[in-house]
């Protein structure tokens, strides 16, 4: 059976940090509160030089380098972002244009938070068919250039970066113990579109819009959304919560990481856990994650690794992947 196995990981990051005490003087806030309901202690916002397809392309090429292959291996390009550089064309296919790139195919996938999932499954989907030899996903974002920053309550929340794996097919044998994706789960609900969405779009306002979140709202369906589709996976290949080295969640909150780790009886040392350093950077959370992980040694080949997302629209899904 055909398994993607992920060959090599990369991140990229703004040059420039912001803290929450930066914030706190300029919005009604304080490093207290955002740290008590959030974990976060700073994130990356772009400087005007640095874009989505920027910071893609700089995770592409370190997750191509870590790889071991170049941009002639890859027949396939997802990137999953909500902040593209132009509405169209997709920003996957700028990013294909900055790495040489004039094989192949490329495009952006839409999911908001859970882009990274659904982008890996999909690039799953596309090597068990026999479409996609090596995929290049990516997740980057800028939501600074989407936030209100006049809006305390959403503008501490978020930050910007990219991250990207390489996918590719091997052979396995149809067992939990194959390296590659072993499962995915995806799932969404339209009818929340209003708890967490943007304000704008070329069909509606011909503006970009504004994040709006009711962050309260969202959270109440945050933990349970999780565990219900990592459940799903667990049921699927009949491992569970002791058999998981590293759980790579989304990276919102630390409340809601902390609360579906106990639900699903998680260990908290299994948990890589990075909203502080980078707050939430949407489709970006988990492969930034993944390679904090990776760069300090914790991610091992062999590991088995959950990973779970949960956002706009709403979206959520989970994917179980031995390293
Ligand atoms: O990635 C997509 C998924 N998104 C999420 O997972 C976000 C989910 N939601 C959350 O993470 C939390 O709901 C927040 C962090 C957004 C908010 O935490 P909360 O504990 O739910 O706070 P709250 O919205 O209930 O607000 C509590 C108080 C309010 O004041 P009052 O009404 O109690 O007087 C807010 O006005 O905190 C106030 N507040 C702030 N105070 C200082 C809201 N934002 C801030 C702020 N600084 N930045």
């Not at 027949?75 to 997709?90: M, V």
């Not at 993944?290 to 991610?299: C, H, Q």
Request: with cysteine.
């Amino acid at each position: 059976m055909i398994r993607s196995v992920i060959l090599g990981s990369g991140a990229a990051k703004p040059r420039t940090v912001v803290t929450n005490a930066d914030l706190a003087a300029k919005v009604g806030t304080s490093d207290e509160w955002i740290q008590q309901r959030t974990g976060i202690q700073q994130r990356y916002i772009a400087e005007p030089d640095e874009t989505t397809a920027s910071l893609g392309e700089a995770a592409a090429r370190a997750a191509m380098d870590d790889a071991g292959v170049t941009v002639d291996d890859i027949d396939l390009i997802i990137l999953a972002t909500s902040t593209p550089n132009n509405t169209f064309p997709a920003t996957a296919v700028n990013i294909q244009n900055r790495l040489g790139m004039k094989h192949g195919a490329a495009f952006d996938l839409q999911a908001v938070c859970s882009g990274f999932v659904y982008a890996v499954t999909t690039a799953d989907t596309f090597i068990k068919s026999g479409q996609a030899k090596r995929v290049l996903v990516i997740g980057a974002e800028t939501f600074s250039r989407i936030l209100d920053w006049e809006d305390r309550t959403t503008c501490v929340l978020f930050g910007d970066g990219a991250g990207a794996v390489v996918l590719e097919a091997q052979e396995g044998v149809g067992l939990s113990n194959d390296r590659g994706v072993l499962t995915s789960h995806l799932r969404s609900d339209g009818s929340h579109r209003e708890k967490l969405y943007v304000d704008g779009g070329p069909s509606t306002t011909q503006t970009v819009g504004h994040l709006r979140m009711q962050g309260r709202e969202v959270f109440k369906h945050a933990v349970a959304m999780i565990t219900d589709v990592i459940e799903a996976a667990f049921e699927a290949t009949g491992l569970t919560a002791e058999d998981i080295d590293w759980f790579i969640p989304h990276q919102a909150n630390r409340r809601i990481i902390d609360a579906s780790a106990k639900k699903l009886k998680i260990a908290s040392d299994k948990v890589v856990l990075t909203v502080n350093q980078h707050g939430n950077t949407s489709a970006a959370s988990i492969p930034l994650a993944i390679n904090t992980a990776v760069k300090d040694g914790r991610l091992k080949e062999g590991d088995l690794v959950l990973l779970e997302a949960m956002g706009g629209g709403f979206t959520w899904g989970a994917v179980l992947v031995r390293w």
